[in-house]
Nanobody, 122 residues
Framework: QVQLQESGPGLVKPSQTLSLTCAVSGGSITTSYYYWSWIRQPPGKGLEWMGS???????YYSPSLKSRTSIFRDTSKNQFTLHLSSVTPEDTAVYYC??????WGLGVYDYRGQGTQVTVSS
């Protein structure tokens, strides 16, 4: 049973960088051919795919967020991290990490974290 757990600050000030980590247990983030994604859901809106990191370490980013997003991993800790820079109140959302079999776009995920609320406010 794979488990994913998001962690990070619940409140971030505008213009700061949001940093969230997803700790994975029960399976390795280097196992072929899985992709590890960050997804978010703003209040009252649908899910939005932000980006993914592949089992190989290759990264994929949503074009609308690419300039502000970075995803990297620590294989020794079996976790991957999202950095989102220059946040605004529009980045307020529930953020999820998930495992799927596609690196690009919103896909089908067999495991997902419970989500973490992030609010951007001064």
């Amino acid at each position: 049973q794979v488990q994913l757990q998001e962690s990070g600050p619940g409140l971030v000030k505008p213009s700061q960088t949001l940093s969230l980590t997803c700790a994975v247990s029960g399976g390795s983030i280097t196992t072929s051919y899985y992709y590890w994604s960050w997804i978010r859901q703003p209040p009252g809106k649908g899910l939005e795919w932000m980006g993914s990191i592949a089992y190989s370490g290759y990264t994929y980013y949503s074009p609308s967020l690419k300039s502000r997003t970075s995803i990297f991993r620590d294989t020794s800790k079996n976790q991957f991290t999202l950095h989102l820079s220059s946040v605004t109140p529009e980045d307020t959302a529930v953020y999820y990490c998930a495992r799927g079999t596609t690196g690009w776009g919103l896909g089908v995920y067999d495991y997902r974290g419970q989500g973490t609320q992030v609010t951007v406010s001064s």
